[in-house]
C-alpha cells in the first residue's frame, strides 16, 4: 500500500513533564537532545546500516524527529551500559509503531532479524501498527527470500540453530505480505516526496489515535494554540505569516511543533526547519535550503546559497505551503528561506519563532503572538509533574516547591532543569 511530518533546540521543552515518565527531558515532546525513555518513543525505526544508514534512513528519522515525533533509532539512542538486545526489544515493544526498512542487505544482520519478529509478535499480541518499508527490493523477494536479500539469510541459516531461522523465515514472509511502501514506485523513487508520505501518514496516525493522550500531558499548551489558531482562522488573501517571539526557554518551538501537527494534514507541501539560528552556524544556510526544497517535494538539488534562493522561489511559486522557521535570529534567513512569501498560493502559513519582535515587524508578519511565562498555578504543576510525577508537590515540599516557582519566573525550560 502507498501511505499517504522538529532536531530540537532546548526551547522545545515546553509545559511538558509526564506523570508517568520516570525523568523529564529537555526536547521530551519533540525528540530533543537529551534521552527519553523507552517507554516515551512513537515510533522504532529497524535498518540495516550499511545499507541505509547514511542515506534514506538519515533522511526519515531527521524528518521525523523535525515533525515533533519521538523516534528511536538504535545508533544514537543506547544508552552507555546497557545491553544492546533487551534495549533494542523493550523499545520496540513501548512504540506506537514499528517500521522496518528492509533492503538488500537487511537479512544479513541477526539484529535486524530478531527486531523484525519482535515487531510482528507486538503486532500479533497488542495491535502494534507494523509498516515496513520495501526499500529497493519488491515485497516478494521478501516473502520467498530471493536474490541477494535470500542469500544473505541462506548464508545465516547455515550458522544457527534450525529453529530460529525457521522463525525468521516465517517473519519475513509476513512482512513481506503486509501493506506497505514501495521505494521504488513513489514518484520515481525520488526520496524526498517518498519520506514526505511517510511521515505525512505517521503524524496522521499518531494525532488520530495517540496524541491526545500526549496533549493532556502538555501543561499551559491549550489555551496558547486556540490563541494561535484564532489568528490563523482569520481570512488572509495571501500566506499568512504567523510570528510568534519571545524570551529563550519559554517554549516557543514546542508550540510550533504542536500547531504543525495540528495543520500538517492540510498541506501536501509542508516543511518544520528547527534551531535555524544554531544550524546555520554549524552548516551554513544551504543545509536548510536543501531541506526545505526535499521537504516540499522537489527534486532539485543546490550548490549554494543564490542558486537555492531561486529554486524555492521557481518551484514553488503558486503552491499551497506549510512552513516553519523555528529560532530566526537573522532578517536574511527569512529572505534565503522562505523569499517572496505573496508568491506561494493563497492560504499557505509561514510560522517564524524568534527571540526578536523586530525579525517578525520587518517580515511584515501578518499576526504576531507575545508568548509570555506560564501562570504560578501551571508553573507549579508543572514542577510537581517533574519532581514529584503528580500533579502538586508532595506534603511538605509546598513552600519549597514555590519558591522554585517563584524563582524561575514561569520558564519551563527552568522549571524543568531545576
Not at 376 to 394: G, M, N, T, V, Y
Amino acid at each position: 500500500m502507498e501511505r499517504e511530518e522538529p532536531t530540537s533546540s532546548a526551547e522545545d521543552s515546553m509545559y511538558r513533564a509526564s506523570s508517568s515518565s520516570t525523568s523529564p527531558s529537555a526536547g521530551d515532546y519533540g525528540g530533543g537532545t537529551k534521552k527519553t525513555k523507552v517507554d516515551n518513543y512513537e515510533v522504532f525505526l529497524s535498518f540495516r546500516g550499511k545499507d541505509t544508514r547514511q542515506g534514506f534512513t538519515d533522511y526519515l528519522y531527521t524528518s521525523l524527529v523535525n515533525a515533533g515525533i519521538r523516534v528511536f533509532r538504535d545508533d544514537n539512542e543506547l544508552r552507555v551500559g546497557e545491553e544492546i538486545g533487551p534495549e533494542l526489544l523493550c523499545s520496540i515493544t513501548q512504540s506506537k509503531i514499528s517500521i522496518p526498512i528492509i533492503s538488500e542487505d537487511y537479512t544479513s544482520s541477526k539484529w535486524c532479524l530478531r527486531e523484525l519478529t519482535h515487531m510482528l509478535k507486538c503486532k500479533e499480541t497488542s495491535g502494534q501498527l507494523v509498516w515496513p518499508i520495501f526499500y529497493k527490493v519488491a515485497p516478494s523477494q521478501v516473502r520467498h527470500r530471493t536474490g541477494r536479500l535470500g542469500n544473505a539469510m541462506n548464508a545465516r541459516g547455515e550458522k544457527l540453530d534450525e529453529m530460529i531461522v525457521k522463525e525468521w523465515e516465517k517473519a519475513l514472509e509476513e512482512v513481506g505480505s503486509l501493506k506497505g511502501w514501495e521505494s521504488e514506485k513513489i514518484d520515481n523513487g525520488h526520496e524526498g516526496a517518498f519520506v514526505n508520505i511517510v511521515v505525512g501518514e505517521v503524524m496522521r496516525e499518531l494525532n488520530r489515535n495517540f496524541r491526545p493522550t500526549l496533549l493532556k500531558e502538555l501543561v499551559g499548551v491549550d489555551d496558547r494554540v486556540q490563541e494561535i489558531m484564532s489568528l490563523i482562522d482569520a481570512k488572509f488573501t495571501n500566506t499568512a505569516i504567523i510570528g510568534i517571539h519571545g524570551m529563550g526557554g519559554i517554549g516557543k518551538t514546542s508550540l510550533a511543533k504542536v500547531l504543525y501537527n495540528n495543520l500538517s494534514s492540510q498541506f501536501e507541501h509542508r516543511s518544520f526547519l528547527s534551531d535555524i539560528r544554531e544550524t546555520c552556524a554549524r552548516k551554513g544556510i544551504e543545509c536548510l535550503q536543501k531541506q526545505l526544497i526535499r521537504d516540499l517535494r522537489s527534486p532539485y538539488d543546490v550548490s549554494n546559497v543564490e542558486e537555492g534562493i531561486s529554486v524555492i522561489s521557481s518551484r514553488f511559486t503558486g503552491k499551497k505551503v506549510l512552513i516553519v522557521l523555528d529560532d530566526v535570529d537573522d532578517n536574511t534567513h527569512l529572505n534565503t528561506l522562505a523569499g517572496d512569501s505573496s508568491s506561494f498560493k493563497a492560504g499557505s502559513i509561514v510560522i517564524i519563532t524568534t527571540r526578536n519582535k523586530s525579525i517578525l515587524e520587518e517580515a511584515t508578519a501578518s499576526r504576531i503572538y507575545q508568548l509570555k511565562e506560564l501562570p504560578s498555578a501551571q508553573s507549579l504543576i508543572l514542577f510537581s509533574r517533574c519532581a514529584f510525577r503528580k500533579d502538586s508537590p508532595e506534603s511538605g515540599y509546598e513552600d519549597i516547591s514555590a519558591d522554585v516557582v517563584s524563582t524561575t519566573g514561569g520558564l519551563p525550560l527552568a522549571l524543568e532543569v531545576i
